[in-house]
Each structure stands twice: as C-alpha cells, then as structure tokens.
C-alpha cells in the first residue's frame, strides 16, 4: 500500500471569541473524521481527529501578536479486506504545544448596519510535547531486534511523552477568512485553512490537510 493517501474529513467545531481594544481571546474546538481513502486500493485508515486551541493575543499597530496552546489527537485505524496487512496496528498521535499567533483583520466593504471584514492569520508551534506508539510488528522491539518476551512494551499518553523543539517537529497552520456582519448580534464566516505537521525521529509522520469552513456566529 502507499505511504502517503488522501482523504476526506467532514469537521464539525465550536468557536469562541472575546476581545476590546487592546487583546482577545479565542478558543476553539473541532472534530474530524475521515470518509475514507479516496487513493488507497487495499489497506485504508479509518481517522478520528480532535482538537482545541486556546489562542491570546495583544493589538500592536493592525495586528493581533501573541500565544497559542493547542492540543490535539491523530487516531489511525486501518482497514483492510485482506490477511496481508495484519502486521499495521491501531496508532496514535498525541500533541500538546506551544507556539505564535500573527493575525490582522481588515474591513473590505461596510455601510450602517453591515460589515465584510478580511482576516489572515499564521500559526506555528515553538515547542511541542508528542506521544507516539512504536511502529513495528510484534514481537519485534525498535531498530529490528527480537523481543526476549515476544511482546512489545507500547507507551501510553501518560508516561511517554517528549518534548521537541521546532527542528524536530514543525507545525504551521495559515489562515484566510471572510465575515459578514449583520447588525450588531449576527455574522456569518466563510474561512479556508491550510496546515502541516511533521514529527521526525525514526519513523517520521508527516500530516498535511486543507479545511474550508462555513460558520454562524451570534455576538453577545
């Protein structure tokens, strides 16, 4: 089966917003799960991604400068019609991280009672604590050699995590948004999202998604 396959993700989430002249707060929640391999003739994942973000931010000048901490799952269950995929067992990523948050907001078009702003923001995380199964096949420890016991001792999200600076682990996330504002309580969001993530190490994982989203939000 191929390294690398493409897949849709339906993404359901919340988003909560609170800012005043000189900083904001945002936190978001999202939920993904794949429809399938669209490339992938045998073995498949079945994909379960959740993740929140809480992002804080001061206004300097236009922009909107300051921190992020994200935490989020990937969860890969694999899917196969055939005895020779047996040996790819259920994995995990688990990250917990820190990073920057650049954004400005820019009004495109308004009259009284009405408002359409552009917003663009980048996001990349500074440091980074990740959870990961070994991948081998059983019986079989990391590097290839033979268990005594047969059996492979696997961490769990309570006593294996390490943290990696951003040249052992690289996440970017770049973002464009439009927001119709209708009176003073409602507005609706149209945003695109472009993201990559890359764990290194002996098995490198490399994540790489595009999201188009369609919001309402009620201002209060």
């Known amino acids: 089966a191929s390294r690398a396959k493409t897949y849709l993700h339906p993404t359901y989430g919340l988003h909560y917003h609170k800012e005043n002249k000189q900083q904001r707060h945002q936190l978001d929640l999202r939920f993904s ?9 045998s073995l498949r994942y079945k994909i379960i991604h959740p993740a929140l973000t809480y992002t804080y931010q ?7 400068l300051g921190a992020y901490f994200n935490s989020s799952s990937l969860l890969l269950f694999p899917q196969h019609d055939t005895d ?4 790819n067992p259920n994995s995990y990523t688990v990250t917990n991280g820190f990073g920057f948050a650049l954004d400005r907001r820019t009004t495109i078009w308004q009259r009284p009672g009405q ?9 990349s995380a500074l440091i980074t604590n990740i ?3 070994p991948h081998t096949s059983a019986g079989y420890l990391p590097g290839g050699t033979p268990s005594p016991a047969n059996e492979v001792s ?5 006593n294996s995590g390490k943290w990696y600076s951003y040249g052992k682990h690289q996440s970017w996330r770049l973002q464009a948004g439009l927001r119709y504002e209708l009176g ?8 695109y999202a472009l993201s990559w993530q890359r764990v290194g190490g002996v098995q490198p994982l490399s994540h790489f998604y595009q999201q188009i ?6 201002r209060f």
């Open 33 to 41: 799960n794949n429809g399938g391999a669209t490339n992938a003739r």
């Open 58 to 64: 001061l206004k300097l000048n236009q922009w909107w």
């Open 84 to 87: 020779l995929f047996e040996d």
């Open 115 to 123: 408002r359409l702003d552009l917003s663009l923001g980048i996001r």
């Open 131 to 133: 959870v990961r199964p």
């Open 154 to 158: 696997e961490p769990t999200p309570l």
């Open 184 to 191: 003073q309580h409602l507005s609706a969001n149209l945003n």
């Open 213 to 218: 989203e369609l919001g309402l939000g009620c």
